[in-house]
């Protein structure tokens, strides 16, 4: 298994300013992701964070409004800019280790909760 | 295009009766299913998979799922429900061309009366 870190937990923070949530996953892992759970509602996936490059965004969600990093193979970074309360979610990191062509498992973070005043 | 449907925004059950999930699928390609559970003010934890071996499926918890082809379903049952088993429930579907990529039902709440 791999064991998932975020930080911060939770935050509270003033609209039109910005966040960045850390996650660390304690051992090398091939994919990482990005995703948003709204207030009572499921799991969209935000992003896949490429590492050494580009990350690979969803329909939807552009770099500008979440831009993400992933210098390494096993640290992510995801920043909330320019915040509204409609990015009030929580987000969650999750990641996998493994090769392609088959089933690798998919582990996830704590989630950092967002509010957004 | 993948996608999931949860029949149920909130299913509730006596203590020590049976749980019943219900999770459709669709996918132009074989797909690979799975149960989250996620805890209150936790992260998603995986209770069991599909990835084409069994269609029956036993994950952790006591709970089963069985993969049925001809009616694109992936229901979640467990004979006999606890009070900790009370937390939301997901359905997800991937497959080897998404990536790794998950695609999410929207989410059942699972509660348990005494």
């Known amino acids: 298994s791999a064991v998932i870190s975020q930080k911060p937990s939770r935050d509270i923070c003033q609209r039109g300013t910005s966040l960045t949530i850390q996650c660390q996953v304690d051992s090398q892992v091939t994919m990482m992701f990005w995703y948003r759970q709204q207030p009572g509602q499921s799991l969209t996936l935000i992003a896949t964070a490429n590492q050494g490059s580009e990350a690979t965004y969803e329909s939807g969600f552009v770099i500008d409004k979440f831009p993400i990093s992933r210098p390494n193979l096993t640290f992510s970074t995801l920043t909330v800019s320019n915040m509204s309360p409609e990015d009030s979610s929580i987000y969650l990191c999750?990641?996998?280790?493994?090769?392609?062509?088959?089933?690798?498992?998919?582990?996830f973070g704590p989630g950092t909760r967002l509010t957004v005043l | 295009a993948q996608s999931v449907t949860q029949l149920g925004s909130h299913v509730s059950v006596s203590e020590g009766a049976l749980v019943l999930l219900r999770c459709n699928y669709s996918?132009?390609?074989?797909?690979?299913l799975f149960w989250y559970v996620q805890y209150p003010n936790q992260g998603l934890q995986l209770l069991l998979k599909?990835?084409?071996?069994?269609?029956l499926v036993k994950g952790i918890n006591g709970f089963e799922a069985e993969f049925k082809k001809s009616e694109t379903s992936f229901h979640l049952t467990k004979p006999s429900a606890h009070m900790s088993d009370a937390a939301e429930y997901f359905c997800?579907?991937?497959?080897?061309?998404?990536?790794?990529?998950?695609?999410f039902g929207q989410g059942t709440e699972l509660s348990v009366k005494p």
């Open positions: 999750s990641a996998i280790r493994g090769t392609s062509g088959g089933y690798n498992e998919q582990f």
């Open positions: 599909y990835t084409s071996a069994a269609t």
């Open positions: 996918s132009s390609v074989p797909p690979y």
């Open positions: 997800a579907v991937s497959d080897l061309g998404q990536g790794g990529k998950l695609i």
